[in-house]
């Protein structure tokens, strides 16, 4: 089996590509957001709770147009045990966003990727998703 180092490191690249995508839909391709979600994920945006496929495309439909930009980017994998032996990974990200006609803010968000493997192929889904604006860091 992995050492886990290399997994460490497999699953902080599969993060990073993960990341990138997920803000290139949300800014330029919002229909598609929710093909990145798990057909029961939740989302807390700012204390407000979504769940479930259909209710996140609702909402982020209602979402003014966005522009992201994300300055620090941090990974680690979830014990399978805690996670029923799926392969889970924690992302956090901190950044910037500019939401039409809104003043850029400064926000915080975390994801848990769950992998799916259907014919040898994995993909990475949102199970869960929690979205913060904070404070600018002075």
Known sequence: SMNFKTYVDQACRAAEEFANIYYETMDKRRRALTKLYQEKATLV????????????????????????????FDCQPVHEQ??????????VTYGFVKFDGNEQQYFN??????????NNSTVWKIASDCFRFLDSPN
Request: hydrophobic share 40%; proline share 2%; no cysteine.
């Open 109 to 118: 968000q975390s994801f848990l990727l769950t992998a799916q493997t259907t």
């Open 45 to 72: 945006w700012n204390g407000n709770a979504v769940s479930g496929q259909a209710a996140l495309a609702e909402f982020f439909e209602k979402l003014p147009s966005s522009d992201f930009q994300i300055t620090t």
């Open 82 to 91: 805690a996670t029923e032996n799926h392969n889970t990974i924690l992302i």
